[in-house]
C-alpha cells in the first residue's frame, strides 16, 4: 500500500514559488491528505475481461483509438479500486459505466471543442434514451441503452430512477463544459468548478453504491441534508484528484475545466504552486466529508453506513488509479522546475 500524508501540511516553496519535488506526482504523493487505504476488488480481472467483451459487442472498439484510449485508461481497475466490497455483478456494471462515460467524454470533447451546438444530436440521443426510453440511433446510444438495461436488471425502481436523474445531470454538464471550452475570456474559479462537478461522472454511481446494500435505504435517510452533502463532497474530492494528475495532459490539449488549471489561471502562478492550492482545497474537502461522516454515522442504518462506505471508496479509488494509470503517465514523467 501506497503511504501518504495523513495531516494537512504546510508546502515549502523555494524563492520563485515552485515546491520541491521531482514530479508532479510526487508532489500529489507529498501533500495530499488521503485518510482511505488501497483496497482492490478481487473480481477485477473478470470484470476486465467483461468490459472488453461489451464494448466489443457494442461495436464500440471499432475504431483503434477508442480501443488504445481504453487500454490507457483501465476502467476495471477504476471500478475495482472504487468498490472493493461489491459482488461481480455490480462491478461489472461499474466497470461497463466507466468505460462507457470515458468513451463519452472524450467524443464530447472532440466534437464540441470548436463548435458546441455539433454535440446537440449526440446529447439529445442520450437524453431520449434516459428520460423517454426512446430507441438507439447510434451504437454510442445503444450501448447506454443497453447499460441502463443492466442497471435495472439490477437495482431497485427507485434506484435505476436515481440513476437515469444523476446520467442526465452528467450528459448536460458535457454542454457546458464545450461553452465554456470556447468563452472568451476563459471561466472563472467559481464557474469552472461548477461545471466540473456535473461532468464529474461520479454520482450517476452512488445509486449502485446502494444496490450493493443489504436493503434499499429509506427516503429519509438517503435524502438527509447530510447525506447529499456527503455525496456532494465524495463527487468534487473524487474528480479533483484526477485533476491534478492530468493536468499536465489537459495543459498542453488547451483544457480549461480542470481544478488546478483554474487555480493557475486565477492567481497566475506556476503549474505546481496551482497543484498546491488545489491540493489544500481537497484537503479539506476530504476533512468534511470525514467530520461529517462521522457525526452522522451513528443515526444511519448498516445499508445506510456502507452507501457512504461507497462514497469514500470514490475518493480513495480515484486517488490510486489516478497514480498508476497510462491515462496520466505525464504526473511521473514531468519535472518540477
Known amino acids: 500500500m501506497t503511504t501518504v500524508s495523513t495531516t494537512h501540511e504546510e508546502i515549502t516553496f523555494t524563492g520563485q514559488g515552485e515546491i520541491r519535488a521531482d514530479s508532479l506526482k510526487d508532489l500529489i504523493d507529498a501533500t495530499l491528505y488521503m485518510p482511505f487505504p488501497f483496497l482492490s476488488n478481487r ?14 459487442t457494442m461495436g464500440l472498439t471499432d475504431d483503434p483509438a477508442v480501443t488504445a ?49 455539433h454535440l446537440l444530436p449526440m446529447l439529445s440521443e442520450s437524453i431520449g434514451i434516459l428520460r423517454d426510453g426512446q430507441p438507439p440511433s447510434t451504437p454510442l ?14 437495482c431497485t425502481p427507485a434506484q435505476a430512477a436515481r440513476w437515469s436523474w444523476n446520467s442526465r ?45 443489504s436493503h434499499e435505504l429509506a427516503p429519509e435517510e438517503i435524502h438527509h441534508p447530510v447525506m447529499r452533502r456527503l455525496g456532494r463532497l465524495s463527487a468534487d474530492a473524487a474528480v479533483w484528484i ?9 495543459q498542453r490539449a488547451g483544457e480549461m475545466i480542470n481544478l488546478a488549471l483554474a487555480y493557475q489561471r486565477a492567481y497566475q502562478c506556476s503549474l505546481p504552486e496551482a ?17 461529517l461522516y462521522e457525526e452522522i454515522k451513528p ?39
Open 299 to 337: 443515526e444511519l442504518s448498516p445499508a445506510g453506513v456502507g452507501y457512504v462506505e461507497g462514497m469514500a471508496g470514490w475518493i480513495r479509488g480515484c486517488y490510486y488509479w489516478s497514480r498508476t494509470v497510462p491515462r496520466y503517465a505525464d504526473a511521473t514523467a514531468s519535472a518540477l522546475c
Open 242 to 250: 484526477p485533476d491534478l494528475f492530468s493536468a499536465v495532459k489537459e
Open 169 to 213: 445531470e452528467y450528459v448536460h454538464g458535457l454542454l457546458y463544459e464545450a461553452v465554456a471550452q470556447t468563452h472568451t475570456p476563459p471561466v472563472r474559479m467559481g464557474l469552472c468548478n461548477s461545471i466540473r462537478s456535473l461532468t464529474a461522472g461520479v454520482e450517476p454511481f452512488y445509486p449502485l453504491c446502494e444496490a450493493a446494500q
Open 43 to 56: 473480481h477485477q480481472s473478470e470484470s476486465a475481461a467483461g468490459v472488453d467483451t461489451w464494448l466489443r
Open 69 to 117: 484510449m481504453i487500454a490507457k485508461t483501465r476502467p476495471a481497475e477504476l471500478a475495482a479500486y472504487n468498490s472493493p466490497t461489491v459482488d461481480c455483478d455490480i462491478l461489472q456494471i461499474v466497470a461497463n459505466q466507466i468505460a462507457y462515460q470515458f468513451i463519452f467524454d472524450d467524443l464530447a470533447e472532440e466534437v464540441g471543442r470548436l463548435r458546441p451546438g
Open 275 to 291: 497543484v498546491t492550492h488545489a491540493i489544500r482545497q481537497i484537503n479539506s474537502t476530504i476533512s468534511e466529508f470525514e467530520t
Open 141 to 154: 446510444g445503444a450501448a447506454l441503452a443497453d447499460l441502463y438495461r443492466q442497471v435495472q436488471e439490477r
